[in-house]
């Protein structure tokens, strides 16, 4: 049994996304009471005070941050594993798993 911090908070998604090609299926991502990405791991089941927001994260060193471009080009300015600075995690939603491709639907916005 691991005990859960309350001032973190627990994201789960469908993959996420770091640099140097990492992609983990079904991911959960804890983010602090800053925004700061402190753990992720694989969702092996479910598990307490974690909520489900499908679509991906990708985990990126800038605060700031526009959905611009293909997906190529986000995934080429992700944040190498292991980082050694603080991340951010953004949630890209209505994202074409099919085409691995943005669509006109698709949002960026960091989780906190």
């Known amino acids: 049994f691991h005990p859960i911090n309350t001032l973190m908070k627990?994201?789960?998604?469908?993959r996420l996304y770091a640099?140097?090609?990492?992609?983990?299926?079904?991911?959960?991502?804890?983010?602090?009471?800053?925004?700061?990405?402190?753990?992720?791991e694989p969702l092996e089941g479910e598990t307490p005070f974690t909520q489900w927001i499908g679509g991906i994260i990708l985990i990126n060193s800038s605060p700031s941050w526009e959905l611009k471009g293909t997906f190529?080009?986000?995934?080429?300015?992700?944040?190498?594993?292991?980082?050694?600075?603080?991340?951010?995690?953004?949630?890209?939603?209505?994202?074409?798993?099919e085409k691995e491709e943005i669509t006109p639907q698709s949002r960026l916005?960091?989780?906190l």
């Open 72 to 97: 190529s080009d986000l995934r080429n300015e992700l944040s190498e594993l292991p980082a050694n600075h603080t991340s951010f995690a953004w949630h890209l939603t209505d994202f074409d798993f």
């Open 109 to 111: 916005y960091r989780l």
């Open 10 to 14: 627990r994201f789960a998604c469908h």
């Open 19 to 40: 640099g140097n090609g990492y992609v983990l299926q079904k991911a959960v991502v804890c983010i602090n009471e800053a925004g700061e990405i402190q753990s992720y």
